[in-house]
């Protein structure tokens, strides 16, 4: 009989969220887990002994970061009573995207995203395949006359133009490209 992981105990909940900070403004791809202990006020052996393994942290860290993800959209998706169509909630998710406070978090989800892609064996595994069905799910709710394809078109617009002011800045550009890309 498969068992189920037990809840967290605070002391596991208050180490991951420490170490979801942690790795928000130093990324996951050369994590180790001594100096993220060191950062955190725990050890290597505190932390392989709550989350099983170094990939199982990873695990957990990814799961964090996608529990901000998916509270933005269940957020998005209150906003309206009615479907309110494929370009208002695609502004309204740009804006919450591009905003400056969130490129900390936009940076892991890239990380972690590109990391899924490359290595889907490893604790990246689904990664970003459940990411791209959450977004296109929320799309379908907010537009459900759209054609699949345009949903698409709108995410890998939205992602695009995130990767793009990651790597510029260059939020006034990356908007209008948008924008421009909205209105056709």
Do not use: C
Request: charged share 25%; aromatic share 8%; glycine share 6%.
């Amino acid at each position: 009989m498969p068992t189920t992981k037990e809840a967290p105990s605070a002391r596991e909940q208050e180490l991951l969220e420490r170490a979801y900070a942690y790795s928000l403004t130093h990324g996951l791809g050369d994590l180790s887990l001594r100096p993220l202990a060191t950062a955190i006020g725990s050890s290597p052996r505190v932390l392989l002994f709550l989350f099983g393994s170094k990939d199982g942290l990873i695990r957990a860290l990814l799961a964090r970061g996608r529990a901000d993800q998916l509270e933005l959209l269940r957020r998005t998706e209150q906003l309206y009573d009615e479907p309110p169509g494929l370009t208002v909630v695609a502004r309204e998710l740009w804006t919450w995207l591009a905003a400056p406070e969130r490129r900390p978090l936009m940076t892991f989800w890239v990380e972690a995203y590109g990391r899924s892609l490359v290595s889907p064996e490893g604790p990246w595994a689904d990664f970003a395949r459940s990411t791209v069905d959450d977004w296109l799910e929320l799309l379908k709710t907010s537009a459900p006359d759209e054609t699949e394809a345009r949903r698409t078109g709108v995410l890998a617009m939205l992602r695009g133009a995130l990767i793009d002011l990651l790597a510029t800045g260059d939020l006034d550009r990356t908007t209008a490209a948008l924008d421009d890309y909205l209105t056709e």
